[in-house]
């Protein structure tokens, strides 16, 4: 399609609407969930009820070929709040799991299933990081063995951190079906709901999206039916052949679905930087000093002023690598963490300037600005943290194994 930065008609639409849900519905629900550190099921029953939960607008936001309506809908709504955004978006995770490898079939099967229904909404969880494979999806112990009598796949091992785990109705886990081949022999499988074997731990307590679920999900000899390996066995043993000899394996589960999703990621952090940006500046004209607005004061406007020109630079790398997912071009120089990299950083950033803008208010909980910073960080740190986007494009950039 031809290049273009007007949105039309129908992305404007969706703007002003997602926005008035953040507004009107997460924004004022924002503390009271943040506190009580649950799931916030009525709000997501209230989008499920609209039609913004569910796998039917998250089709149609897939389906926008600039590939940036998902990044339009995902910046409003943690400009409302992140918790509660998270607690909304978590689940497309595993949806991008079950789109990056799954067969036509496999998503017309277990996407709505990810969803349930506005009367009894659900939600899903993709499962790849373990207490001893982060950044290192290589190291992962997480395994999965072939019974060939029973056409099923044996699953065991532990999963950390992950959204929506074990309060998920339907779980994406990645497991190393060869581990001689490093995470060229790991491989994804849909775990339906109500399997054996599969227990969630209790929710971690964490510094900021409170309001999204997180926990450790343990696997006990997890029996799936052999259909639930995303792609197919004849798939999987063609690109487990390629790798053993020497080729380019094609896929990688757990790297595939980062490499979907981390513009989606740089939008949601995006909205917090927005959202700090907005509040910090609607307080500097409003606080008074010495006997005028603080925000007459070069050292505050300029501030602003820098993180306005921040917020739009982002937006416009977070579109550019949307726009080349969508349209099958190659991220030559790795703009997908370049956007991830870029916005996290300044989610961070803009957030602890709002705090400072704000002073000893912006420290208080009086102010959602603290809760923005709290909610911040952890875009520094999952999907990859920092230092792991910076070897990617690095790698990307150079055309060498940089360590």
């Not at 099921?41 to 590939?67: H, N, R």
């Not at 799954?102 to 969803?115: I, N, R, S």
């Not at 910090?280 to 004061?297: Q, S, V």
């Not at 923005?372 to 999952?382: L, V």
Request: proline share 4%; net charge negative.
């Amino acid at each position: 399609m031809a290049f273009s930065l007007e949105l039309d008609e129908e992305q404007r639409d969706l703007r002003d609407w997602v926005h008035g849900f953040a507004a009107d519905v997460v924004r004022p629900a924002a503390a009271e969930w943040d506190e009580r550190e649950e799931t916030p099921w009525p709000v997501i029953q209230e989008a499920a009820k609209i039609g913004l939960y569910g796998f039917e607008s998250l089709a149609e936001l897939f389906g926008d070929p600039s590939g940036i309506s998902l990044q339009i809908a995902n910046e409003e709504l943690f400009w409302g709040d992140a918790g509660i955004g998270m607690a909304l978006f978590g689940t497309s995770l595993a949806v991008a799991g079950i789109f990056s490898s799954g067969t036509p079939d496999q998503l017309a099967e277990w996407v709505p299933q990810c969803f349930g229904d506005e009367d009894d909404p659900k939600v899903a969880a993709f499962c790849v990081s373990e207490p001893q494979a982060g950044s290192d999806v290589a190291a992962m112990r997480t395994r999965a063995r072939y019974d060939e009598a029973r056409d099923e796949w044996v699953l065991s091992g532990q999963k950390a951190w992950i959204t929506n785990g074990g309060i998920a109705n339907v779980h994406v886990v990645v497991a190393s079906v060869d581990p001689e081949l490093g995470s060229r022999g790991q491989a994804a499988f849909i775990v339906p709901p109500g399997t054996r074997g599969l227990e969630g731990a209790k929710k971690i307590r964490k510094l900021g999206l409170r309001a999204s679920h997180t926990a450790d999900v343990f696997l006990d000899d997890v029996r799936v039916p052999g259909h639930c390996l995303l792609g197919g066995k004849e798939k999987l043993d063609a690109r487990l052949a390629r790798a053993r000899e020497g080729g380019r394996a094609k896929g990688q589960a757990a790297m595939s679905t980062f490499e979907v999703s981390r513009p989606t990621v740089g939008a949601q952090a995006l909205g917090i930087a927005r959202a700090a940006y907005e509040y910090a500046l609607e307080y500097a004209g409003d606080r008074e000093a010495f006997g005028r607005p603080i925000i007459e004061n070069q050292a505050i406007a300029f501030a602003l002023a820098d993180l306005r020109t921040e917020i739009e630079a982002c937006r416009l790398l977070i579109w550019q690598a949307s726009w080349m997912a969508r349209n099958d071009k190659v991220f030559d120089a790795g703009q997908g963490s370049m956007s991830k990299l870029r916005a996290g950083e300044l989610a961070v950033a803009a957030s602890e300037k709002a705090i400072q803008v704000l002073g000893g208010a912006g420290y208080s909980r009086e102010h959602p600005v603290e809760r923005m910073y709290r909610d911040a960080k952890i875009y520094t740190i999952f999907e990859g943290t920092s230092e792991i986007q910076r070897l990617v494009i690095a790698r990307a950039i150079s055309g060498r194994q940089i360590r």
